[in-house]
C-alpha cells in the first residue's frame, strides 16, 4: 500500500484537517507573499481590501496616505471615539471609525503628501524598491501627481500597478466619482436585490460593502497572475479594475437572459427565482423576546432549502400542510404564483414558533435549513470560534479586537492576522529609514514642512 493510501486509511479527514489547519499553528508556518512588498495608497475600502488580502498572505503591505488626517475612511462615523481607535498622533482627539478596521489588517502606516516635489521623489525611491502597487483615485490623478504607471515603471520597469477605479480608463463615463452603492447601482445589481412591486417592495441595498470587499478580492488574483507573468518574463503589468463592471460581473444570468429572450430579470426578495422552496421565512416568535437589542425582539427568520422532489415532500409532511401536495414537481413549485401559496403557508405554520423551533423540525425532518443570525450570534458561536474564524486578537495598538479572520486556509502558508490597523504615520521612523535611507533629522524636517 503505498504510504498516502495508508495515511488516507489511519486517519479521518476532519482529524486531518484539525491538524492540518489548526489556528493554533499558524505563526510557527511561513507565509506565502513574504518577500513581497506592496505600496497601497488606497481609500475607503475598495482599494484597501485588495492591499488587505495580500498583507494576509503575508505580504509587506505599506498603506500611504494624506499627512495627520489619513484617508477619508477612518473619519467615517460612527464608532470613531479616540478612545477606541486613535487617529494619529498629530489629531489626538479624533479616532478611526470601525469602517476602516476590516480592510487594513497587517499594514503599515505612513503618510506623504503627492502634492509635494520631495513626496513625488520619496514615492518614486519606495516604487523602486517594491513589487506592487495599489491605488484607487479617480482616472489620472496619479499621473497628474507624477507617480502613475508609465513613470514608476520607468524607476521599476517590473512594477505591478493596480488601478481600481469607477468606470475605467477610458470611455465617456470615465470621470465621475464612484463608490461601492454607486457602482451597484450601475452594475446592476440593485436591480435584482429587494421585493417585487407586488409585495410593496423597492430595490434594496445591501448593507456590507460587497462590491468592494469583492472588487478589492478580484484584483488581489489579478496581481497574484501579474506575478506569475512577471516569474516567466520579467515583466510589470498595469490593471484596471473597474467597480462598475466587477458589479456588472456578479449578475449571472441575467444579461445572457435578456440578450438571448429579452426578458428583465426581476426583483425576487428573499425567494429564488430558480429553486424552490430556497428561501427565507418570517417565524412568528423572537428567539430573545426580553433582550435589550430590538432587533432580537421582532420575529426571527431562517432559510429553508427543499427544492428537491423527495425533501419538499419531507417538508410538507413536517408543516402539514396537505395543500401543498399539489406542488410535487419543481416546475410546478418554481412558478411566481405557487413561490408565493408555498412561502405563504409556510409562514403560516412558522407563525407560533421561534427560528430554533423551526430549525428543530427541519433538523428532525433531515431538512437543510438556517436560522439567520445576527453579529451576536456569529460571534458567539463555538464551531466558528474554535476554527479561529473569529476571535479576540492581542492588537499591539489597539488591545483586544475581535475580529474575524482570513477565510481560506492554505496548510503549508496560512494567512494570518498580525494586527487591526495603525495610527497615521505610525511607521514613517522605520519605513523611510529603512527604504529610502531617511535620516531622524531629515524626517523632522519632512514632518514639519507638511510633506509626511
Ligand atoms: C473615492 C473618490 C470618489 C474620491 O474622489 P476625489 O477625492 O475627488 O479624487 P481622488 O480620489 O482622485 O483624490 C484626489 C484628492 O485626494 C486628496 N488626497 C488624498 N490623499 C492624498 C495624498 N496622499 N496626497 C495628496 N493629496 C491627497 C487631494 O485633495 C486630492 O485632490 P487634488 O490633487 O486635486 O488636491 C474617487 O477616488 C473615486 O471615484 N475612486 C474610484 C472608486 C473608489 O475606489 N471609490 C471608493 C471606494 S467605494
Given at each position: 500500500?503505498?504510504v498516502?493510501?495508508?495515511?488516507?486509511?489511519q486517519?479521518?479527514?476532519?482529524?486531518?484537517?484539525?491538524?492540518?489547519?489548526?489556528?493554533?499553528?499558524?505563526?510557527?508556518?511561513?507565509?506565502?507573499?513574504?518577500?513581497?512588498?506592496?505600496?497601497?495608497?488606497?481609500?475607503?475600502?475598495?482599494?484597501?481590501?485588495?492591499?488587505?488580502?495580500?498583507?494576509?498572505?503575508?505580504?509587506?503591505?505599506?498603506?500611504?496616505?494624506?499627512?495627520?488626517?489619513?484617508?477619508?475612511?477612518?473619519h467615517?462615523?460612527?464608532w470613531?471615539e479616540?478612545?477606541?481607535?486613535?487617529?494619529s498622533?498629530?489629531?489626538?482627539?479624533?479616532?478611526t471609525?470601525?469602517?476602516?478596521?476590516?480592510a487594513?489588517?497587517?499594514?503599515?502606516?505612513?503618510?506623504m503628501?503627492?502634492?509635494?516635489?520631495e513626496?513625488?521623489?520619496?514615492?518614486?525611491?519606495?516604487?523602486?524598491?517594491?513589487?506592487?502597487?495599489?491605488?484607487?483615485y479617480?482616472?489620472?490623478?496619479?499621473?497628474r501627481?507624477?507617480?502613475?504607471?508609465?513613470?514608476?515603471?520607468?524607476?521599476?520597469?517590473?512594477?505591478i500597478?493596480a488601478?481600481?477605479?469607477g468606470?475605467?480608463?477610458?470611455?465617456p463615463?470615465?470621470?465621475?466619482?464612484?463608490?461601492?452603492?454607486?457602482?451597484?447601482?450601475?452594475?446592476?445589481v440593485?436591480?435584482?436585490?429587494?421585493?417585487p412591486?407586488?409585495?410593496?417592495?423597492?430595490?434594496?441595498k445591501h448593507?456590507?460593502?460587497?462590491?468592494?470587499?469583492?472588487?478589492?478580492?478580484m484584483?488581489?488574483?489579478?496581481?497574484?497572475?501579474?506575478?506569475?507573468?512577471?516569474?516567466k518574463?520579467?515583466?510589470?503589468?498595469?490593471?484596471?479594475?473597474?467597480?462598475?463592471?466587477?458589479?456588472?460581473?456578479?449578475?449571472?444570468?441575467?444579461?445572457?437572459?435578456?440578450?438571448?429572450?429579452?426578458?428583465?430579470?426581476?426583483r425576487?426578495?428573499?425567494?429564488?427565482?430558480?429553486?424552490?422552496?430556497?428561501?427565507?421565512i418570517?417565524?412568528?416568535?423572537?428567539?430573545?423576546p426580553?433582550s435589550?437589542?430590538?432587533?432580537?425582539?421582532?420575529q426571527g427568520?431562517?432559510?429553508?432549502?427543499?427544492?428537491?422532489?423527495?425533501?419538499?415532500?419531507?417538508?410538507v409532511?413536517?408543516?402539514?400542510?396537505?395543500?401543498?401536495?399539489?406542488?410535487?414537481?419543481?416546475?410546478?413549485?418554481?412558478?411566481?404564483?405557487?413561490?408565493?401559496?408555498?412561502?405563504?403557508?409556510l409562514?403560516k405554520?412558522?407563525?407560533?414558533?421561534?427560528?430554533?423551533?423551526?430549525?428543530?423540525?427541519?433538523?428532525?425532518?433531515?431538512?437543510?435549513n438556517?436560522?439567520?443570525?445576527?453579529?451576536k450570534?456569529?460571534?458567539e458561536?463555538?464551531?466558528?470560534?474554535?476554527?479561529?474564524?473569529?476571535?479576540?486578537?492581542?492588537?499591539?495598538t489597539?488591545?483586544d479586537?475581535?475580529?474575524?479572520?482570513?477565510?481560506?486556509?492554505l496548510?503549508?502558508?496560512?494567512?494570518?492576522?498580525?494586527?487591526?490597523?495603525?495610527?497615521?504615520?505610525?511607521?514613517?521612523e522605520?519605513?523611510?529609514?529603512?527604504?529610502?535611507?531617511?535620516?531622524?533629522s531629515?524626517?523632522q524636517?519632512?514632518?514639519a514642512?507638511?510633506?509626511?
Amino acid at each position: 500500500m503505498a504510504v498516502a493510501e495508508k495515511e488516507v486509511r489511519q486517519q479521518s479527514f476532519e482529524e486531518f484537517c484539525r491538524e492540518t489547519f489548526d489556528p493554533k499553528t499558524v505563526f510557527d508556518k511561513p507565509e506565502a507573499l513574504k518577500g513581497l512588498r506592496v505600496l497601497s495608497v488606497t481609500q475607503y475600502i475598495l482599494g484597501p481590501s485588495c492591499a488587505n488580502y495580500l498583507g494576509e498572505l503575508g505580504a509587506e503591505v505599506i498603506k500611504i496616505e494624506l499627512p495627520r488626517r489619513g484617508e477619508p475612511m477612518r473619519h467615517t462615523t460612527p464608532w470613531n471615539e479616540p478612545g477606541l481607535y486613535p487617529l494619529s498622533r498629530w489629531i489626538p482627539e479624533k479616532g478611526t471609525g470601525f469602517g476602516s478596521v476590516g480592510a487594513n489588517y497587517n499594514k503599515y502606516c505612513i503618510s506623504m503628501d503627492f502634492h509635494r516635489p520631495e513626496a513625488q521623489e520619496l514615492m518614486k525611491k519606495l516604487a523602486a524598491k517594491s513589487d506592487v502597487i495599489v491605488e484607487n483615485y479617480r482616472p489620472g490623478t496619479f499621473d497628474r501627481w507624477g507617480v502613475g504607471y508609465r513613470q514608476l515603471s520607468q524607476v521599476n520597469p517590473r512594477l505591478i500597478y493596480a488601478w481600481l477605479g469607477g468606470f475605467g480608463g477610458f470611455g465617456p463615463g470615465r470621470f465621475r466619482a464612484s463608490y461601492d452603492i454607486l457602482g451597484q447601482a450601475q452594475g446592476g445589481v440593485f436591480g435584482i436585490t429587494g421585493q417585487p412591486p407586488e409585495m410593496g417592495g423597492t430595490p434594496a441595498k445591501h448593507t456590507i460593502w460587497l462590491a468592494d470587499y469583492w472588487g478589492g478580492m478580484m484584483t488581489a488574483q489579478a496581481i497574484l497572475a501579474a506575478l506569475l507573468y512577471r516569474e516567466k518574463t520579467g515583466k510589470g503589468t498595469m490593471i484596471e479594475y473597474s467597480q462598475v463592471h466587477g458589479a456588472t460581473r456578479l449578475l449571472e444570468y441575467s444579461l445572457p437572459l435578456y440578450g438571448r429572450q429579452g426578458v428583465v430579470r426581476q426583483r425576487w426578495g428573499n425567494w429564488d427565482t430558480q429553486l424552490c422552496v430556497h428561501g427565507i421565512i418570517q417565524c412568528g416568535k423572537s428567539s430573545y423576546p426580553d433582550s435589550p437589542n430590538p432587533q432580537e425582539n421582532e420575529q426571527g427568520y431562517i432559510l429553508i432549502t427543499a427544492y428537491k422532489d423527495a425533501d419538499y415532500a419531507k417538508l410538507v409532511k413536517v408543516t402539514g400542510a396537505k395543500e401543498l401536495a399539489k406542488f410535487g414537481t419543481h416546475d410546478e413549485r418554481v412558478k411566481p404564483e405557487n413561490q408565493m401559496e408555498i412561502y405563504n403557508a409556510l409562514e403560516k405554520w412558522a407563525k407560533d414558533k421561534t427560528k430554533e423551533d423551526v430549525a428543530k423540525l427541519c433538523d428532525d425532518a433531515g431538512i437543510i435549513n438556517q436560522p439567520v443570525w445576527n453579529a451576536k450570534e456569529v460571534a458567539e458561536h463555538p464551531h466558528w470560534r474554535m476554527r479561529g474564524a473569529i476571535d479576540w486578537r492581542d492588537d499591539p495598538t489597539y488591545g483586544d479586537v475581535m475580529a474575524q479572520g482570513p477565510a481560506a486556509k492554505l496548510s503549508d502558508t496560512p494567512a494570518r492576522f498580525k494586527w487591526v490597523y495603525k495610527p497615521v504615520g505610525a511607521d514613517n521612523e522605520y519605513v523611510y529609514g529603512k527604504l529610502c535611507g531617511a535620516t531622524p533629522s531629515e524626517l523632522q524636517k519632512l514632518e514639519a514642512d507638511g510633506v509626511i
